[in-house]
């Protein structure tokens, strides 16, 4: 099992944004589709995601290559059997889960954690019928998942410490402020506040209590409402931009040992500092 090495199952538009994350902290990732043509557009996805992670983020420009070198495209499940961390991002329907859970079960070594990307269906059930229901956790990511701060891990009901520590030190070596749920709820925390307010907006526009372009222009990101609770995606067209810029700690993590230390050293600029310690120039 090679602990620098992680998979990503189901390479939708957020099982690509896994991918990315994963690629611009220095990982080895091996991408899981069923089909190869999957793999074309999915390569030019994550192209322009390590773009935009040098361009906005203010990571070194040599990921712009070296990436492709940690990047393993694949069809079939045994190219996952030395991944000491599999990401499941496949559809949300429980028998698919559990058949993907299968394969990557007969794969893997039993000291891998299996997380999945999830955001309708408890854990806790899907820990049903696993070989090691102690490695399974929920994941929940959210887009654009490169470039986030945002991260839910939620604990199942046979879930072992261990495996939350060594989620939660992964997470921070990925850039991400991750929250620990120690108790499954559906639709987790931003979900639930999120729609909440959405219910709410609804109703003021419905009463007439204002039009939708002075609602929008005073909950986005323009606005000091909308910095706040960004998280919660209230002006979508501006999510993208706005979380890479606000998204990266002073100094990425790079990929290493998952038990050990950040290794790997941020570009220095003309001033004897790191390029990630420079405010963005977009902000």
Known sequence: MNSQRVGVV???LLGRG???????HGFEAVAFARHEQTHTSVREHIEQM????????GFDAGIRQSWLARYFPATDYPALRDCSFVVESVVEDIATKHEVFDRIESEVGAAAIIASNSSAIPITQ??????????FLAMHWAEPAHATRFLEIIRGEKTSEATIQTTLSLARRLGK?????????????ANRIGYAMYREAL?????GVADAETMIARCGTRSDFGRRSAVLALDGPHRRA???????????????QLHGTPTGHAKARRDGRPRHHQRSRFL
């Open 10 to 12: 189901g390479l939708g």
């Open 18 to 24: 896994i991918t990315a994350c994963f690629l611009g």
């Open 50 to 57: 390590m773009d935009e992670l040098v361009d906005l983020g």
């Open 126 to 135: 899907l820990q049903k019928r696993r070989q090691h229901p102690e490695r």
């Open 177 to 189: 402020e991750p929250s620990l749920l120690q108790k499954e709820i559906p639709g987790f925390i």
């Open 203 to 207: 109703s003021l526009l419905e009463s």
């Open 242 to 256: 706005g979380a890479l810029r606000q998204s990266h700690p002073a100094r990425p993590p790079h990929a290493e």
